[in-house]
T-cell receptor, first 110, second 115 residues
């Protein structure tokens, strides 16, 4: 069936380290989004990236649609980067319905 | 712009009680969605709407009803709350897929506990 898989499930970093989070999806996608869920539970839109590469400050994302994966890069991590990172994909079928991965839980220590 | 606003933010119910969660968006989005998030998991789609007066079932619709009487509002109802419906509920909205750049925008969530 349609699946979105994220790795690693958990990640612990020292402040200043870099990291790469991966999202694999089982079929071609119309929409791919990355979110950060902060410790207060809010979902923050990071990237809308069905294909290509985007950068926003210390964060960047790349989606290779033909190979069915997306990567989120976090450089020079800060304690405020802690939380859970979700990718979510909309597969063909319309209506922009998102299927979420289980998330990567990131803890950045000072 | 407030974006997507959910009311209430927290609620505790007893088993069998009913309640309605309200979602309001001010971005003139046609599409609206209700998701639930259980501990340690990603969000799962409950119901969605592609326009005023329309609703459709998502991945986990049982035990919930929805209504979209106005374009800017999407209501989620629990007719007879059960402990299995204890969760955090998120509302989202977006433009239709035929528009360029149609990410979903999320509210801050409603934390619902059913005793």
């Amino acid at each position: 069936g349609i699946q979105v898989e994220q790795s690693p499930p958990d990640l612990i970093l020292q402040e200043g380290a870099n990291s790469t989070l991966r999202c694999n999806f089982s079929d071609s996608v119309n929409n791919l989004q990355w979110f950060h869920q902060n410790p207060w539970g809010q979902l923050i839109n990071l990237f809308y990236i069905p294909s290509g590469t985007k950068q926003n400050g210390r964060l960047s994302a790349t989606t290779v649609a033909t190979e069915r994966y997306s990567l989120l890069y976090i450089s020079s991590s800060q304690t405020t980067d802690s939380g859970v990172y979700f990718c979510a994909a909309e597969f063909s079928g319309g209506y922009n319905k998102l299927i979420f991965g289980a998330g990567t839980r990131l803890a950045v220590h000072p | 712009n407030a974006g997507v606003t959910q009311t209430p933010k927290f609620r505790v119910l007893k088993t069998g009680q009913s309640m309605t969660l309200l979602c309001a968006q001010d971005m003139n989005h046609e599409y609206m969605y209700w998701y639930r998030q259980d501990p340690g998991m990603g969000l799962r789609l409950i119901h969605y709407s592609v326009g005023e007066g329309t609703t459709a079932k998502g991945e986990v619709p049982d035990g919930y009803n929805v209504s979209r009487l106005k374009k800017q509002n999407f209501l989620l109802g629990l007719e007879s709350a059960a402990p299995s419906q204890t969760s955090v509920y998120f509302c989202a909205s977006s433009y239709p897929p035929d528009r360029v750049n149609q990410p979903q925008h999320f509210g801050d969530g409603t934390r619902l506990s059913i005793l």
